[in-house]
């Protein structure tokens, strides 16, 4: 069989309300054309993000029954417990409610002024919580991450020789930890090769640094392994997993991806004294040890989640689906980030407006056309979001995430039909002029008017 079919069938539907041309426009104006500002309930397709925007199995929901919600040593947080444990290896695991409480713990004992954290690419919550604490986040991601059309199988790797001149500049006693996001998101979701965290492993050791992975689509990166790096076409994803979490001394994890949860994190520590002061400091602010912010039924779904997501047919099904709508584009002619990434595709918007100059923003041109052509919400990863401080970033991106188990297969070519009527009209598309620039974190709540 050459179709790779959405492995479930579907018990619970959400219906979408059907919108007109007249009244995405009006929603367009009155959200002064920043997508954010749309409810939901006007989107029709929302590619907004892939984060906590899953479905639930049958088995989740029907585990979240049995949640136990004792303040302390609820059954549910040792079943939580076992099944990390059983995936990751690590006996340190502290729920949190979602990755960036993780974050916000780890590097308030980490980091400060004067330390210097490297990633490939650092997620903006995770550079933003590392600069709260006062100290540098530093991206050395591959040169060939910032070419869209180089299909490298790996494109999330680390610069290995980066990171050495990085340590040699600043010194190892400044680096608390060295850090690799897999997937790597900010980098259109590439995954990063087994070797490459073995080398990174093998740098860390020279210099006595810890090494951490931002592990929030760990399931994804693995999957990318068995099917792309020499060597691992015959070994279950399972154990690719867990051969990557050996490798290192923590973890944080968004549950809101790989974890198939709506809500949820996961901090795991291997070093004794660092995870004390982690479960003080998660006592202080999310919760106690059991629950670490979060009701027992969400440590049930979660604990469900992460079985099912290292499941292969899913995994096949998951990374296929997203494939398949970022080779339509490329066949329309859209450039998009190659080869596509786990969880979302990526498209050149410099590339598809090349008449709207790089200060009217192009992306978010192009979002507005998603939008009004098909009620199809996406999100600019350009210079709303990057540019705030008067450097535009490198790429000018759209980025169309793909919700877990959300969307069937004529819900996708329905967005391909859209964009393909975009892409026609691709050079009458008018620019933007901001009228309201918030200060921090602006692509939020940006406002907009249409110019030329
Ligand atoms: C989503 C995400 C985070 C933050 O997780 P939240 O659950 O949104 O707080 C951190 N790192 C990466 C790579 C992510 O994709």
Redesign the pocket.
């Known amino acids: 069989m050459k179709t790779i079919i959405e492995p479930f069938r579907i018990k619970v539907v959400e219906p979408l309300r059907m919108t007109t041309p007249a009244h995405r426009e009006q929603v367009l104006r009155e959200a002064r054309f920043n997508v954010f500002n749309i409810h939901s309930r006007d989107v029709l397709i929302d590619l907004l993000t892939d984060?906590g925007t899953g479905a639930m199995s049958s088995l989740q929901w029907a585990a979240m029954m049995q949640g136990d919600e004792s303040y302390a040593g609820a059954e549910s947080f040792f079943r939580f417990r076992a099944k990390v444990q059983e995936l990751t290896g690590f006996d340190h695991i502290l729920p949190t409610h979602?990755?960036?409480a993780s974050?916000r713990i780890l590097f308030e004992l980490v980091g400060g002024p004067g330390k210097v954290v490297p990633n490939n690419n650092h997620?903006d919550?995770?550079r933003a919580n590392i600069e709260h604490s006062g100290a540098e986040a530093v991206d050395l991601v591959i040169d060939e991450a910032l070419d869209p059309r180089c299909r490298h199988p790996f494109k999330g790797n680390i610069d290995l020789a980066k990171l050495e001149a990085l340590i040699e500049d600043v010194g190892a006693g400044r680096i608390p930890l060295c850090m690799v996001?897999v997937t790597n998101?900010s980098d259109g979701g590439q995954p990063v090769s087994m070797e490459n965290l073995k080398q990174v492993r093998r740098v860390c050791d020279r210099h006595g640094i810890p090494f951490f992975l931002?592990a929030?689509r760990f399931a994804e990166n693995a999957y990318f392994i068995k099917v792309r790096e020499q060597g691992y076409s015959n070994r279950a994803v399972r154990d690719i997993v867990r051969e990557m979490f050996d490798l290192v001394d923590g973890a944080t994890i968004?549950a809101?991806?790989d974890g198939l949860v709506n809500i949820g994190?996961v901090l795991l520590l291997r070093d004794d004294a660092l995870a004390e002061r982690a479960s003080s400091l998660l006592i202080l602010t999310e919760g106690f040890v059991t629950y670490g912010g979060l009701a027992g039924r969400d440590l049930e779904a979660m604990t469900q989640g992460f079985e099912e997501v290292v499941h292969e047919d899913y995994l096949a099904y998951r990374v296929r689906a997203t494939e398949y709508l970022g080779e339509r584009l490329l066949d329309l002619g859209y450039q998009i980030v190659e080869p596509p990434g786990g969880h979302a595709i990526y498209i050149d918007a410099a590339a598809c407006c090349n008449h709207i100059p790089a200060p009217c923003f192009p992306g978010q041109a192009l979002v507005c056309a998603l939008f009004r052509e098909g009620g199809i919400r996406a999100v600019e990863v350009g210079s709303v979001m990057f540019g705030g401080d008067g450097h535009p970033p490198p790429l000018e991106l759209v980025r169309l995430a793909i919700p877990r188990r959300v969307y069937t297969q004529s819900h996708i070519d329905y967005v391909i039909e859209a964009s393909a009527a975009v892409f026609a009209r691709r050079h009458e598309l008018p620019g933007l002029r901001m009228t309201n620039s918030p200060q921090y974190l602006r692509h939020f709540t940006a406002e907009f008017e249409e110019v030329g």
């Open positions: 984060s979602q990755g960036r974050e997620f919550t995770t996001t998101n931002d929030c968004s809101k991806k994190g």
